[in-house]
């Protein structure tokens, strides 16, 4: 079972549960943010996108107190498959489950529109339907979009294989204008050196079909269902 939590502002909750319910045809569950423990059967936790507690602070600086959170880290902890997109991405950042923070667009602009990444790596949960060096389709949406870390731990991150996501043109290469809000290594997704953990701007459940959006999400979705399947760990009791 899919837990796609909700926030206080989250915007894109059914969206996430339309493309795990409805496209891919696995059980899913909203759950509501101040409860405090997931599902039993939970094999999956999905942070969505949208503007939690309104932004206010720091994005994702106020979810990460939500009475949900620390279950979800013990989730994590114990190996279980967390993915994090747009808001959630920021979330978890801020609760120190991923490296780096999202900061403001470079050009302080709210950007709405599609993009190219380029996987750079398959050997995770999340992108094992994917080609290494495939260029996907995807949409976005935000005003703090800019991933951060130092450059010595962006070194580090390279690495240990944590960059999985990076923008790029049409045919796969950095170009001016493929990095549409100023990410540092032009990174779109990461994830932690565990591999259970997946961040990413871009918004997979919003390219689940081919009349809206097309169908490269389900690479990312469709490969964390494929994990799923496979065996990954349940919420802890």
């Not at 795990?20 to 999956?44: F, M, Q, Y």
């Given at each position: 079972?899919?837990?796609?939590?909700?926030?206080?502002?989250?915007?894109?909750?059914?969206?996430?549960?339309?493309?795990?319910?409805?496209?891919?045809?696995?059980?899913?569950?909203?759950?509501?943010?101040?409860?405090?423990?997931?599902?039993?059967?939970?094999?999956?936790?999905?942070?969505?996108?949208?503007?939690?507690?309104?932004?206010?602070?720091?994005?994702?600086?106020?979810?990460?107190?939500?009475?949900?959170?620390?279950?979800?880290?013990?989730?994590?902890?114990?190996?279980?498959?967390?993915?994090?997109?747009?808001?959630?991405?920021?979330?978890?950042?801020?609760?120190?489950?991923?490296?780096?923070?999202?900061?403001?667009?470079?050009?302080?602009?709210?950007?709405?529109?599609?993009?190219?990444?380029?996987?750079?790596?398959?050997?995770?949960?999340?992108?094992?339907?994917?080609?290494?060096?495939?260029?996907?389709?995807?949409?976005?949406?935000?005003?703090?979009?800019?991933?951060?870390?130092?450059?010595?731990?962006?070194?580090?991150?390279e690495a240990a294989g944590q960059i999985v996501l990076r923008y790029c043109d049409a045919?796969?290469?950095?170009?001016?204008?493929?990095?549409?809000?100023?990410?540092?290594?032009?990174?779109?997704?990461?994830?932690?050196?565990?591999?259970?953990?997946?961040?990413?701007?871009?918004?997979?459940?919003?390219?689940?079909?081919?009349?809206?959006?097309?169908?490269?999400?389900?690479?990312?979705?469709?490969?964390?269902?494929?994990?799923?399947?496979?065996?990954?760990?349940?919420?802890?009791?």
């Amino acid at each position: 079972m899919f837990a796609v939590v909700q926030f206080p502002g989250s915007l894109d909750d059914r969206d996430m549960r339309f493309a795990i319910k409805s496209v891919l045809g696995a059980p899913c569950e909203l759950v509501w943010h101040k409860t405090s423990a997931l599902p039993p059967d939970t094999r999956a936790v999905l942070l969505p996108g949208g503007f939690s507690y309104g932004d206010y602070l720091r994005c994702g600086a106020m979810a990460r107190f939500s009475p949900i959170m620390a279950p979800v880290r013990r989730f994590a902890d114990a190996g279980g498959l967390v993915l994090g997109t747009c808001n959630g991405f920021q979330v978890l950042c801020e609760a120190g489950l991923l490296p780096g923070a999202l900061l403001r667009n470079q050009d302080l602009h709210y950007v709405c529109d599609f993009v190219h990444v380029r996987v750079e790596r398959t050997d995770t949960p999340f992108t094992s339907r994917a080609r290494t060096g495939e260029v996907l389709r995807l949409p976005i949406k935000h005003g703090e979009g800019a991933y951060y870390v130092r450059p010595d731990e962006l070194e580090k991150l390279e690495a240990a294989g944590q960059i999985v996501l990076r923008y790029c043109d049409a045919s796969g290469r950095a170009a001016p204008g493929a990095n549409p809000n100023g990410s540092v290594g032009d990174v779109a997704g990461v994830c932690n050196a565990r591999r259970n953990v997946f961040g990413l701007m871009p918004h997979p459940e919003h390219a689940v079909e081919t009349a809206i959006g097309g169908l490269d999400g389900l690479r990312i979705l469709g490969s964390l269902l494929d994990a799923v399947k496979a065996g990954a760990p349940r919420a802890l009791a």
